[in-house]
């Protein structure tokens, strides 16, 4: 009985049997890329389109700054105005493939830029949370206040003292069970200790009462 002869081809005098892992080898060398290859790319561009997604939620300034074509921001403001979902994603698509015919040096940029805005809106919202405390500190605590001008002696403190008593009166309640109201005078507190802690150094903040340092100690 002869046997079968298994299907293949001859490689360098090498019989090469179809399905073999040599096989496999050689077809992945013949498509220029093998599986890891494959998804090393795809990782690749999921991360480049992403990172285009957040160029639509960049500032204008920062944006303006980066070396990119007048295609590729016309684009982005198309991406911005675009309502439908087909055609938000089609252009998604587009600015992805954008992303993949930057330069080495532009996506650099691009991702220390993304990196710079991300850093400066943390310190926003610290600094956004930090007034938040002092503004309740303020209206609850009578010793609050002569603790935030001793430490900011550049605020008004008059006015500082008035909004804190308009504050406090705003707060009671129109009646028994009600919610306590917040008026203008809650806000404009907000607003005095978010200018005064705009135009603090960061490392200066270490001295407020809420800061680790202080609750460490």
Not at 165 to 181: H, I, N, V
Request: aromatic share 6%; net charge neutral; glycine share 6%.
């Amino acid at each position: 009985m002869s046997r079968k002869l298994k299907k293949g081809y001859f490689v360098r005098g090498e019989f090469v049997a179809e399905g073999s892992e040599r096989d496999l080898e050689l077809k992945a060398e013949l498509k220029g890329t093998d599986e890891q290859s494959r998804t090393d790319l795809k990782r690749e561009s999921t991360e480049l389109q992403k990172l285009g997604a957040d160029l639509l939620e960049l500032r204008a300034d920062l944006l303006a700054r980066l070396d990119l074509s007048d295609k590729f921001k016309d684009a982005i403001l198309d991406a911005k105005r675009i309502t439908n979902f087909e055609g938000k994603r089609r252009q998604m698509q587009f600015i992805g493939k954008l992303m993949r015919k930057l330069e080495p040096e532009v996506l650099d940029a691009v991702k220390k830029t993304l990196s710079e805005e991300a850093t400066g809106s943390a310190a926003d919202n610290l600094m956004l949370h930090q007034a938040e405390i002092w503004r309740d500190r303020l209206i609850a605590d009578d010793d609050a206040a002569a603790q935030w001008i001793t430490q900011n002696p550049g605020c008004d403190s008059q006015e500082l003292r008035a909004l804190i008593r308009q504050a406090r009166k705003d707060a009671k309640p129109a009646k028994p069970g009600a919610l306590p109201r917040h008026g203008r005078a809650y806000r404009e507190i907000f607003q005095m200790v978010r200018e005064q802690l705009g135009a603090i150094p960061p490392h200066d903040h270490t001295d407020t009462p809420f800061s680790p340092a202080r609750e460490a100690s």
